[in-house]
């Protein structure tokens, strides 16, 4: 069974800090690995995909995964309150037949 | 381009009815998923639909089905509505021209409201 476990939070971090995000998986077939953002009301919106071991960037977020450990976490640099917000972290074991996976996501806060 | 558009973006029915929610996909994208979201159960995978055809299915009851015609819209139709399935469904589309990673694109949601 193919469980994606997310501390669902709140978690405050003050503006222009670093906010690190955190998933843990189960299956260890999980190919793909992806980071949605999620506003209130809002549908999710991708923020980014990593399917290989290390770290990924884009821009002020950097995506790392560890297959061995099964994890893969999100880093979002230079905290701006616009990025408060519920972040999914969604898994796919391969072909995209069976779908997204996803965490229950982590509500976080970024303080001014 | 446009992004995926789902229709109606609200919904208000009553035990026992059924009801049918639309979905077209990004231009060029030939898979469509749907998913439902509620408070207590996050993000579930309904189905997934390719070239009119339903590859998977979450584990969600027969009441639960859905379609994909020839441009790659898809309807999704739940049948005998109960309480419990007052949720946010949504709608993503897929190029599925990576070989790897399908990255999947969300619609704005249809909210679903049972009485």
């Known amino acids: 069974q193919k469980e994606v476990e997310q501390n669902s939070g709140p978690l405050s971090v003050p503006e222009g800090a670093i906010a690190s995000l955190n998933c843990t998986y189960s299956?260890?077939?999980?190919?793909?690995f992806f980071w949605y953002r999620q506003y209130s009301g809002k549908s999710p919106e991708l923020i980014m995909f990593i399917y290989s071991n290390g770290d990924k960037e884009d821009g002020r977020f950097t995506a790392q995964l560890n297959k061995a450990s099964q994890y893969v976490s999100l880093l979002i640099r230079d905290s701006q309150p616009s990025d408060s917000a519920t972040y999914l972290c969604a898994l796919e074991v391969g072909g995209g037949a069976d779908g997204l996976t996803f965490g229950k996501g982590t509500h976080l806060i970024i303080q001014p | 381009k446009a992004g995926v558009t789902q229709t109606p973006r609200y919904l208000i029915k009553t035990r026992g009815q059924q009801v049918t929610l639309s979905c077209s996909p990004i231009s060029g994208h030939r898979s469509v998923s749907w998913y439902q979201q509620t408070p207590g159960q996050g993000l579930q995978f309904l189905f997934e639909?390719?070239?009119?055809?339903?590859?998977n299915k979450g584990n969600f009851p027969g009441r639960f089905s859905g379609r994909q015609f020839s441009n790659s819209r898809s309807e999704m139709n739940v049948s005998t509505l109960e309480l419990g399935d007052s949720a946010l469904y949504l709608c993503?589309?897929?190029?599925?021209?990576?070989?790897?990673?399908?990255?999947?694109?969300f619609g704005p949601g249809t909210r679903l409201t049972v009485l």
């Open positions: 993503a589309s897929s190029p599925l021209t990576s070989g790897i990673t399908d990255t999947q694109y």
């Open positions: 639909y390719f070239s009119e055809t339903q590859r």
């Open positions: 299956d260890r077939g999980s190919q793909s």
